[in-house]
């Protein structure tokens, strides 16, 4: 079976996988989603047949669904809430029953005989920038109780880019926090509950920095918080997208923004970050730890 057992207490993913540092003990993904053995002896993986209606539980993402149907390059999933998201068929990027393995389309013939009607695959043809199918002439849905938290108006933004259209058909609002230090007392304003819970994403959520030790605060049930390892949500998007070859190293003790701008030759923050927003498509021009956690909070919010 597919793993879905809540962690014990506070527990941190290792820095290679979506870190996430998890305060609630209803999350539905519990510990480590990307690792894999080190080493570099090739790892290959069962290769599974996917048929429609096959629960699969997508590694990278964390999203869990059945197999709708199949695409040129893709692989459609529909989760519990009746979203849908188009994944790449690449090795070992699905668990099915606990094991990592690699989905197949089906053979032409079989394919063929349960292939979905045209309405449906014209339906199916556009996408959102997250990844889900696009639901045409959709009203955004009246906003939940519950919430998502960023932390400044720059991970609001790249949010709204990327999960905006499947926020509004959710009825999900983000909003920002402008610094982590207020979070116990937004949290404690908020008063999460059941139909009312609150997730939080996180920059730097790493053992051992003020991020986790402001996060360790809070404790309860209907709260969820994940992160990325990254200094700030710049460093999420990759590097090739925005046209460079690497985020530069800044000195410590040096505001990162600032000394990013400065090693790139750019005249400030608001203009860099003109770039680089502009440069983002979809998920694919993001880090897998970014999604990763945007994805977990999403499910977790609209969950019930």
């Given at each position: 079976?597919?793993?879905?057992?809540?962690p014990?207490?506070?527990?941190?993913?290792?820095?290679?996988?979506?870190?996430?540092?998890?305060?609630?003990?209803?999350?539905?993904y519990?510990?480590?989603?990307?690792?894999?053995?080190?080493g570099?002896?090739?790892?290959?993986?069962?290769?599974?047949?996917?048929?429609?209606?096959?629960?699969?539980?997508?590694?990278?993402?964390?999203?869990?669904?059945?197999v709708?149907?199949?695409?040129?390059?893709?692989?459609?999933?529909?989760?519990?809430?009746?979203?849908?998201?188009?994944?790449?068929?690449?090795?070992?990027?699905?668990v099915?029953?606990?094991?990592?393995?690699?989905?197949?389309?089906?053979?032409?013939?079989?394919?063929?005989?349960?292939?979905?009607?045209?309405?449906?695959?014209?339906?199916?043809?556009?996408?959102?920038?997250?990844?889900?199918?696009?639901?045409?002439?959709?009203?955004?849905?009246?906003?939940?109780?519950?919430?998502?938290?960023?932390?400044?108006i720059?991970?609001?933004?790249?949010?709204?880019?990327?999960?905006?259209?499947?926020?509004?058909?959710?009825g999900?609002?983000?909003?920002?926090?402008?610094?982590?230090?207020?979070?116990?007392?937004?949290?404690?304003?908020?008063?999460?509950?059941?139909?009312?819970?609150?997730?939080?994403?996180?920059?730097?959520?790493?053992?051992?920095?003020?991020?986790?030790?402001?996060?360790?605060?809070?404790?309860?049930?209907?709260?969820?918080?994940?992160?990325?390892?990254?200094?700030?949500?710049?460093?999420?998007?990759?590097?090739?997208?925005?046209?460079?070859?690497?985020?530069?190293?800044?000195?410590h003790?040096?505001?990162?923004?600032?000394?990013?701008?400065?090693?790139?030759?750019?005249?400030?923050?608001?203009?860099?970050?003109?770039?680089?927003?502009?440069?983002?498509?979809?998920?694919?021009?993001?880090?897998?730890?970014?999604?990763?956690?945007v994805?977990?909070?999403?499910?977790?919010?609209?969950?019930?």
């Amino acid at each position: 079976m597919i793993p879905s057992g809540p962690p014990r207490g506070h527990q941190f993913l290792p820095s290679w996988s979506v870190v996430s540092l998890v305060v609630s003990r209803r999350d539905p993904y519990g510990g480590d989603i990307l690792a894999q053995p080190f080493g570099h002896r090739a790892i290959t993986y069962p290769e599974v047949t996917g048929t429609r209606g096959l629960r699969v539980w997508h590694k990278a993402s964390g999203f869990r669904g059945v197999v709708a149907h199949f695409e040129r390059d893709g692989v459609a999933v529909r989760g519990d809430t009746g979203m849908e998201r188009i994944f790449r068929l690449t090795p070992g990027a699905f668990v099915i029953e606990g094991r990592a393995v690699t989905l197949m389309p089906p053979s032409p013939a079989s394919a063929a005989a349960s292939a979905p009607s045209a309405s449906a695959v014209t339906a199916a043809s556009a996408v959102t920038a997250s990844g889900s199918t696009a639901v045409p002439a959709q009203r955004a849905r009246v906003a939940r109780g519950s919430r998502i938290l960023v932390e400044g108006i720059h991970d609001a933004e790249l949010v709204e880019r990327v999960w905006g259209d499947d926020l509004r058909v959710e009825g999900v609002v983000v909003e920002r926090l402008d610094g982590l230090d207020g979070l116990v007392a937004m949290v404690a304003q908020f008063a999460p509950g059941p139909g009312r819970r609150l997730g939080v994403l996180v920059d730097h959520l790493l053992p051992g920095t003020k991020e986790a030790r402001l996060v360790a605060q809070v404790d309860n049930d209907h709260v969820l918080v994940t992160g990325t390892p990254f200094i700030d949500v710049w460093e999420a998007v990759a590097p090739s997208v925005v046209g460079i070859p690497a985020w530069p190293k800044v000195p410590h003790g040096t505001d990162w923004k600032t000394g990013v701008c400065r090693q790139l030759g750019v005249a400030d923050p608001p203009t860099m970050w003109r770039r680089i927003l502009g440069s983002v498509r979809s998920y694919a021009d993001l880090a897998p730890e970014l999604v990763g956690a945007v994805e977990r909070l999403i499910d977790f919010v609209t969950e019930g």
